[in-house]
């Protein structure tokens, strides 16, 4: 016989954890959900931003298979990600690596990497678009004192997109570090002490626990940096504006041309609903591949 | 003398002006028929009702101008806050965005989400689609019933009409001449009293004039954009006896062979390893920096260069246009527009009419090197500019604006697509320009 009768859980019980949740749901709705939704019904429009709103079904994809700017665009953007995300990553790591120490120098150094990721995009845009300037920037006065030849940067078509990842590079280094820094810390230093006595040198110890253990880290890195080399725009907007000759176009920055400057919105939301699709099986491929739940055993 | 020439100059202006007329646009709009001038009596009973649409009420007015010269920013910041002293209920907010993709992208928007900016300085290119898709307000009412409209040049509502309608006014007519270093002409053995004057001289002294170290330019002979040429492209191509427009039958044409051999020009500044490359709109040009020795220039430049007090500011001269089977610039039109959706127009019209003042344009005119738009400023303008001052005045004759089409941002568009290609050695100029056509014609086509 039981002395207690156990409460029957309500349907309706959590009313107050709804009601917390309720203002972020809202926000997603109206914000994120809302606008998604829209775009993918004005990609089946030839909406002109003003007056002109008609179904053409999918004309606007018929359009995106054989406009060359698109698929120039979808080519650069993967170049971009390419060039991007791998050294990102792996300096990311080797910096955090060198970095984890408690030392006063490693504190200088890990805030002097992390300042730039403070500053907008934009504004570190501008400032590499002077030290790219070709008659008076700062890498030619450089080059002209160490009496290498000045180069024409974002100028020249062969050389504008890496230009572009360089600048992304710059900015954002400092951020795969920190996350990094954190997977390391986290890591219990009993680990490193037991190989150490099992007699394992350094490089062994960073394969064999610290890789694994930064699993985790690495896939949501991995993660968060292909969905924002996907979304390149600000850099490309200010360094380049998609040139010379299309060469750093990328997707974002053809919708935001089609869409605002060619008056082409249904078109730019066809190109987006594209990208989102594209970003998606990306994702997608990534959990189903990517190791993201990590149960190291460490007992 | 010195009093024979100004009142010379001051029918140079107004016939000059009147001259760069014939190149902004599709001919003259008819501005009404011509009205006898009011009385002092009719113009205070008129300025009167007209103050009386004034609403006392707090108003708050919008106000975008393209163009970001520090100069002109200057000034305009100046003025507002002068009217608004004057008028203690009217708040005028502005802004200003550079030309071309950045100007075109923020009225867009702003005209498609229902916050159309009440007052607009805009360039001519802008008229013919946004008087079409009635973004801007006809102003021919309030032309018609302004005591001050005799004082202001014919030329100045002509580029601001379309279709027989007058949409703006022009605050300025810029037009583009030859800049160029005394002191490089000096160095490189040419004579700086004898300028280029046609295509041939003028890649000529800019192979003299090109310092290189290495296989790098350090300081090019002559400076032209690698982009967003079509300001470049388009007075050469006249030059050249090009029409680029058939404005007749509302097309474009600018495959012909005189652009693409004007082209082919250009191109070869770039693929015979003569300019140091930037793009117009994006960078600075070389030639403000001092890294080139020759430039097409206009007013603003001039202005841009005071302000930044470069040492070699006295080693400037000026020099006409180069010519080849006629004489061309290219020139650009400022003019004053106000939306159609502006829920304040009386007050919107009323700074507009403040910006007109004389005491406004005299100070737009010494300050930022805006032209005399009023009749009987011209001496003053001579004043403030004597040494650009003959040149410009003498390049309004002959400079020409961006046709007055409603296709005029695809057609800029294209040409500039084709700029690039022919600049880089991507295609040959013909081929270039061939392709540019084709996809406007598709587009347009749409």
Not at chain 1, 43 to 58: E, M, P, Q, R, V
Request: with cysteine; aromatic share 12%.
């Amino acid at each position: 016989m039981t002395l207690f009768k156990a409460k029957k859980p309500r349907i309706g019980h959590e009313r107050v954890g709804y009601l917390l949740i309720t203002p972020f749901y809202l926000f997603f709705l109206a914000i994120i959900l809302l606008p998604g939704i829209i775009a993918v019904i004005n990609s089946f429009t030839n909406y002109d931003l003003y007056k002109t709103y008609n179904f053409i079904g999918l004309d606007n994809y018929k359009a995106l298979l054989i406009d060359p700017l698109f698929k120039k665009a979808l080519l650069n953007t993967l170049i971009y990600s390419v060039l991007y995300i791998i050294p990102s990553m792996s300096l990311g790591l080797l910096l955090a690596l060198l970095l984890s120490g408690e030392g006063r120098g490693s504190r200088i150094f890990r805030t002097g990497f992390y300042m730039p990721y403070i500053i907008s995009m934009v504004c570190a845009s501008t400032i590499w678009l002077w030290m790219f300037d070709p008659a008076a920037g700062f890498l030619n006065q450089i080059l002209a004192a160490m009496g290498f030849e000045a180069s024409t940067w974002l100028k020249d078509p062969a050389l504008a997109m890496t230009c572009v990842v360089f600048v992304s590079l710059w900015k954002n280094l400092g951020y795969c570090m920190l996350i990094n820094l954190s997977g390391i810390k986290g890591i219990p230093a009993y680990l490193y002490e037991a190989a150490e006595i099992d007699g394992a040198n350094a490089f062994q110890r960073f394969k064999n626990i610290t890789i694994p253990m930064l699993q985790p880290t690495t896939f949501f890195l991995f993660i968060t940096t292909c969905i924002s080399s996907f979304n390149v725009f600000e850099q490309v907007n200010v360094l380049t504006n998609g040139g010379p000759m299309n060469s750093t176009t990328t997707i974002v920055h053809q919708i935001y041309i089609r869409g605002f400057s060619e008056f082409k919105m249904g078109y730019a939301s066809a190109i987006s609903v594209v990208l989102m699709l594209i970003i998606t099986l990306i994702t997608a491929i990534n959990f189903k591949y990517g190791n993201q739940g990590q149960d190291t055993n460490i007992g | 003398m010195k009093k024979n020439c100004s009142k010379i100059s001051v029918l140079l202006v107004c016939l000059m002006l009147l001259g760069l007329l014939s190149g902004c646009g599709n001919g003259p709009a008819s501005s009404g028929p011509q009205q006898e001038p009011l009385s002092k009596e009719e113009m205070v009973t008129t300025d009167s009702l007209e103050e009386s649409k004034i609403s006392d009420e707090p108003v708050t007015l919008s106000f975008i101008r393209a163009g970001t010269d520090e100069h002109a920013q200057a000034v305009y910041t100046e003025l507002i806050e002068e009217y608004m002293e004057d008028h203690p209920n009217v708040t005028i907010e502005y802004q200003q965005y550079n030309y071309g993709a950045e100007l075109e992208t923020k009225l867009n928007t702003l005209y498609a989400s229902g916050s159309a900016p009440d007052i607009v300085r805009a360039p001519i290119s802008t008229i013919a689609q946004r008087a079409e898709m009635g973004q801007y307000a006809a102003l021919d009412d309030y032309i018609d019933s302004w005591a001050g409209k005799d004082d202001i040049i014919q030329a100045a509502y002509d580029v601001g009409s379309y279709k027989d309608q007058r949409y703006g006014i022009a605050i300025n007519i810029e037009a583009s001449f030859l800049f160029y270093r005394k002191d490089h002409f000096i160095e490189a053995g040419l004579d700086p009293e004898k300028p280029p004057t046609t295509w041939e001289e003028l890649h000529e002294y800019a192979e003299k004039l090109t310092v290189r170290e290495g296989n790098s330019v350090v300081r090019s002979g002559f400076s032209i954009p690698v982009g967003q040429g079509h300001t470049v492209i388009i007075p050469f191509a006249r030059q050249n006896g090009g029409q680029l427009v058939d404005i007749e039958n509302n097309i474009p044409v600018f495959n012909e062979e005189q652009t693409a051999e004007a082209l082919g020009y250009l191109a070869s500044f770039n693929l015979d390893n003569l300019i140091i490359p930037f793009v117009n709109n994006q960078d600075q040009n070389p030639f403000e920096l001092g890294k080139a020795s020759m430039m097409i220039g206009t007013l603003s430049n001039y202005n841009t260069l005071l302000a930044s007090d470069v040492e070699w500011i006295e080693h400037l001269m000026f020099a006409p246009m180069i010519s080849r089977e006629t004489r061309s610039g290219f020139g650009g039109c400022q003019i004053m527009f106000m939306s159609e959706e502006s829920k304040h127009k009386e007050e919107a019209w009323d700074f507009i009419k403040f910006l007109f003042s004389d005491d406004s344009v005299k100070k737009l005119v010494a300050d930022a090197g805006a032209t005399p738009v009023k009749t009987g400023l011209a001496d003053e303008f001579l004043e403030s500019y004597p040494d650009i001052g003959p040149t410009y005045l003498d390049a309004l004759t002959y400079c020409e604006g961006m046709p007055k089409v409603e296709w005029a941002a695809l057609f800029e568009k294209y040409l500039n697509i084709a700029y690039e290609e022919a600049m880089y050695g991507q295609k040959d100029a013909q081929a270039a320009l061939d392709d540019a056509m084709k996809q406007l014609e598709a587009e347009m086509a749409e």
